[in-house]
Every structure is written in C-alpha cells, then in structure tokens.
C-alpha cells in the first residue's frame, strides 16, 4: 500500500504525517515536492499542515496553485483519497476541493492545544473506524482555522451528511462556548460530495502515539488504510 504526502515550502507537519502513516502501515510515504508535475501511484495522498508560501496572500491561496495541484485534483476526481489537514485543509478549499473557506480565528489570536471533538458521521473511509456521537481528543494549532460556508452550503453539507466533526465539549456536547475559534456550526472537518475527500483543521497525525496521550487519531488511520486494502 502506497501513500504519499505532498510537501509545499513551508510544510512542518509533513514529517509528523510520515510517521504516522508509517507507524500505521509499516512502510515510509513517499514525499512528494510541490513543484513536481507527475504523481507516482498511490492509495492515500495527503496535504500537510504548515504554513504554505508563508501564508502570503491568503492561507493555502499559492499553494492551491503549485503543478502539483494539478494532478492532485485529476487523482481524487479519480476517486483517489485524499486527506487534508489544517493548512492542507485551506489548500484543499482554495484548490476547489471542498466548499467554503477558512479565515482568521474569531479571537484573532493563534490556539495552540488538544481540542474535544464530535465524530459527526461514521460514513466515510476515514471516519468508518469511529461511532457517529463519539468524543475524540486531537491537537489544534492554527491562526485561521474559522471555516466559514453561507447557509444554503451549510444545509447542503449536513443534508448529505458531509460534517465530519465539530468543536464539542468532553461530553459531546456541541455549544458555541466550545467553538474555539469561530468555525461555521462548530464544523472541525468536513468531506467532499463523492466522500474521498477529507479537510479538517484538527492534526490527527498528532494523535497516534500512545507515548503522547490519548491516541486517538489510530482509528482514523487504520479505517483508511483498511478501507484501501
């Protein structure tokens, strides 16, 4: 099983993602540079944290514009997964892959800590591994990570059961109390429409060594990988 990840100057999560996926399938991704304008084949490809181009412009806005793009975007309309966190998720919005934007927090100040979260819908390759209700714990680090969508997407989103995980509480509880930074109806991650697709500002990655706390990101990554095999 082959997976890569796509590395943009300014990229800091990659390796932290490297050693998730190769602590969850044995084997090291392969790294793939921005500029490159082929991809090798794969099974799952990623887009890291980081603050791509310096977050010049808007967050995601140059990097959605890398050659490499290109072939991202031909692989999940392939139906190819594709897993995108925090500045993968802004890249992913700007690049056309998932609806709505991500902007400045509402508190205007970067949040940095383990965050609860809701697992909005167990339908999907990435989330299969969890029970829809079910409170996770992950680490956030971001200063624009308020997602932000108008109502008629919004509807559209949670219609087609396309909300992954929102800002709740330990309980579950979802409140604007515990939205952490503004994010539209809590929402912490969301899928495309053909559910390959994944965005989501919350570092899974961060959450796979048991040496570090709660690893609560393992499942996400064993239902992708098992949804792959």
């Excluded at 559209?156 to 509880?173: I, K, M, P």
């Excluded at 500002?201 to 709660?214: F, I, K, S, V, Y």
Aim: charged letters at 20%; one cysteine or more.
């Amino acid at each position: 099983m082959t997976t890569a990840v796509i590395v943009f100057p300014g990229s800091n999560r990659d390796r932290d993602m490297c050693l998730a996926l190769e602590r969850a399938t044995g084997q090291k991704p392969l790294r793939i540079w921005h500029q490159d304008t082929a991809l090798p084949k794969a099974d799952l490809l990623v887009l890291p944290g980081g603050f791509s181009y310096g977050d010049y412009l808007r967050c995601g806005a140059m990097a959605a514009h890398s050659p490499i793009m290109r072939e991202v975007k031909a692989a999940a309309a392939r139906g190819v997964p594709v897993l995108a966190v925090c500045n993968g998720f802004q890249i992913a919005t700007e690049a056309g892959l998932l609806p709505g934007a991500l902007i400045t927090n509402s508190g205007l100040k970067f949040i940095c800590r383990n965050v609860s979260l809701r697992v909005e819908t167990s339908n999907s390759r990435f989330t299969r591994g969890y029970n829809a209700g079910q409170v996770v714990s992950y680490p956030v680090a971001h200063n624009d990570g308020n997602y932000v969508v108008n109502a008629d997407t919004l509807k559209r989103l949670e219609d087609q059961d396309r909300v992954a995980f929102r800002y709740s509480d330990d309980a579950g509880v979802v409140t604007p109390e515990t939205n952490l930074n503004g994010s539209t109806a809590n929402i912490a991650g969301v899928l495309n429409e053909a559910r390959n697709v994944l965005g989501m500002m919350p570092h899974p990655e961060n959450a796979t060594d048991p040496q570090l706390g709660r690893p609560d990101g393992g499942p996400l990554f064993a239902a992708m990988l098992e949804a792959m095999a």
